[in-house]
């Protein structure tokens, strides 16, 4: 694992920024895997200034979002594909057929969750996944759990998920209670994995999830099960390593 320590945020959206816009220099076709929450808004800040400078160019770019709430209809300005369009794909030149998250008005778990694992094998796996790090230590929306979700999966969202996520809603009675999120395995499958995180808050989940046991209790530590993944992190969220 590789760890960028940067003095605040805007030092790690930026570090974040550059690994990214680097992946697409490299293969201008490339499959992101791409993150919401918090912590990656800078970094698509960066990524937008860098495509309005010349320097980056999405019209080759494919996309697989990590999750997305169930029951949210995509006009909710609460759901994922909402954010994915005001926070980076409304202002670079992304082709929007080449951008791909959960649909979350899908009633049929099921049948959702195996057509988005297929969506991202139709693409060839995701060459460089995107995450922030939850404070229980979740990626996408796998939950700590008895064991480490394979794939594409419906979640029950936990207490604390549900709390941190109520910021954004009207009270934590909004908030869905289930999403859609891609399996750890799926996760895994990436060639390669960036994860950002910021703030004292995270600190403790940062030590145990890469300094602690590989547990399904704290879904984030598989990582270091992963032979490409770096990790940016500002000093206050790398202060408890
Ligand atoms: C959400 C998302 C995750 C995100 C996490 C942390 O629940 N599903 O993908 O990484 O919470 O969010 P934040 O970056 O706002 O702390």
């Known amino acids: 694992m590789k760890f960028y320590e940067e003095k605040d945020y805007d030092a790690l959206s930026r570090r974040a920024a550059n ?3 680097a992946q697409m220099t490299l293969k201008p076709d490339c499959v992101l895997g791409l993150a919401t929450g918090s912590s990656p808004i800078g970094t698509y800040k960066c ?3 860098k495509y309005e400078n010349g320097d980056i160019d999405f019209s080759q770019v494919k996309t697989a979002n990590l999750d997305e709430y169930k029951g949210l209809t995509r006009d909710n300005d609460q759901s994922y594909y ?6 980076l794909f409304d202002h670079v030149n ?4 080449n951008t791909n998250i959960p649909d979350g008005t899908k009633e049929d778990s099921e049948a959702e969750c195996s057509h988005y694992e297929e969506v991202i094998a139709s693409l060839g796996g995701v ?4 995450l922030g790090l939850g404070h229980n230590g979740h990626i996408g929306f796998n939950e700590p759990a008895a064991d480490f979700p394979q794939a594409t999966h ?6 604390r998920t549900i709390e941190a996520n ?3 809603f009207a009270s934590a009675d909004d908030v869905p209670r289930q999403a859609y999120t891609m399996g750890i395995g799926t996760i895994m499958r990436a ?18 999830a890469f300094f602690g046991p590989v547990t399904p209790e704290v879904p984030a530590s598989i990582l270091q099960f992963h032979p490409d993944v770096t990790i940016v992190g500002d000093q206050a969220a790398f202060s408890k390593i």
């Open 127 to 130: 060459d460089l996944q995107l």
């Open 94 to 97: 992304i082709d929007p057929a």
């Open 154 to 159: 419906c979640v029950d969202l936990q207490e």
């Open 191 to 208: 060639k390669k994995i960036l994860l950002v995180v910021s703030g004292q808050d995270k600190a403790e989940t940062v030590a145990k």
């Open 166 to 168: 109520k910021r954004f």
């Open 19 to 21: 690994i990214i816009a």
């Open 82 to 87: 909402y954010f994915m369009h005001e926070n």
């Open 47 to 49: 990524l937008i200034e």
